[in-house]
């Protein structure tokens, strides 16, 4: 069994930053990648950014130049640093991880319970 515990989110106005932190912990071998996703309400969950256990990270096109996205593989946990925070960043933002249990198991996803990012004045 894998936990993705993600905190950091809350209300900020334009313009702000927050930072957001999901860490992974149970059964875990290897991550390949770990990432965020957002929902915002009655819309799709959106690539927010992702990372690979090496380092190469991609970004959805509303977030690209605001936000980065980090690691520390050793406490295989995940960042987002969100600066210039626009209203439209507000949603639940989801945490993710592909990543095996054991070294002959597949890659499996991982989900965490999402935190609330709300850009409001």
């Known amino acids: 069994q894998v936990q993705l515990v993600e905190s950091g989110g809350g209300l900020v106005q334009p313009g702000g930053s927050l930072r957001l932190s999901c860490a992974a912990s149970?059964?875990?071998?290897?991550?390949?990648?770990m990432g965020w996703y957002r929902q915002a309400p009655g819309k799709q969950r959106d690539l927010v950014a992702t990372i690979t256990s090496g380092g190469s990270a991609s970004y959805g096109d509303a977030v690209k130049g605001r936000f980065t996205i980090s690691t520390d593989n050793a406490k295989n946990t995940v960042y987002l640093q969100m600066n210039d925070l626009k209203p439209e960043d507000t949603a639940v933002y989801f945490c993710h991880a592909a990543l095996r249990n054991t070294r002959r198991e597949p890659v499996r996803s991982y989900w965490g319970q999402g935190t609330q990012v709300t850009v409001s004045a």
């Open positions: 149970g059964s875990i071998f290897s991550i390949n990648y």
